[in-house]
T-cell receptor, first 114, second 114 residues
């Protein structure tokens, strides 16, 4: 059972454009939603994260939009740059248990063309 | 400061061999996670430690997989009698006390079972 669904699988954006990646989740107990960036041969690196008590969070060129009623959240990369070309994963976790294990989406391969 | 380190970075094993993968978490991080990342997929949770206690091993795919963290620092993931389906990148992540949601990942060990 895939608890976090991510789309699109791949994305090509021109330099300076906006990249948008979407995720949907099923478990309403999730209360932490991070986005990770992964370059080839590297481990995932935390990019930005949000909790469901806010609808939007912005850090530099990266923005998370969160829709609790629709159980959806998205990553927006403004002014996309070739250096942003990487695989992006959304994830979710729930507090209060014995672990804060992350449930990851399947990833989006982003290519920003110069 | 130093991040999470993993060794070896690459491991080739013949089917049936046992392998041991090592993780050195960030100093002071009490929480440690192991994830398995198949090619083209998102990481999947394997197991979680808080200090030396293994609090969650629900993601270990079979009894051939075993993890330990005897002194609450370095962790070892052992796979016995490796199978071809074990081929994947094994990621280790650690987090601060009281903030295990923010997980810092190592570069991973790429395991290829022939």
């Amino acid at each position: 059972q895939q608890q976090v669904k991510q789309s699109p699988q791949s994305l090509i954006v021109q330099k300076g454009g906006i990249s948008i990646i979407n995720c949907a989740y099923e478990n309403t107990a999730f209360d932490y939603f991070p986005w990770y960036q992964q370059f080839p041969g590297k481990g995932p690196a935390l990019l930005i994260a949000i909790r469901p008590d806010v609808s939007e969070k912005k850090e530099g060129r990266f923005t998370i939009s969160f829709n609790k009623s629709a159980k959806q959240f998205s990553l927006h990369i403004m002014d996309s740059q070739p250096g942003d070309s990487a695989t992006y994963f959304c994830a979710a976790s729930k507090a209060g248990g014995a672990t804060n294990k992350l449930i990851f989406g399947t990833g989006t391969l982003l290519a920003v063309q110069p | 400061g130093a991040g999470v380190s993993q060794s070896p970075r690459y491991k080739v094993a013949k089917r049936g061999q046992d392998v041991a993968l090592r993780c050195d978490p960030i100093s002071g991080h009490v929480s440690l996670f192991w994830y398995q990342q198949a090619l083209g997929q998102g990481p999947e949770f394997l197991t979680y430690f808080q200090n030396e206690a293994q609090l969650d091993k629900s993601g270990l795919p079979s009894d051939r997989f075993f993890a330990e963290r005897p002194e609450g620092s370095v962790s070892t993931l052992k796979i016995q009698r490796t199978q071809q389906e074990d081929s994947a990148v094994y990621l280790c992540a650690s987090s601060l006390p009281g903030n295990s949601e923010t997980q810092y990942f190592g570069p991973g060990t790429r395991l290829l079972v022939l």
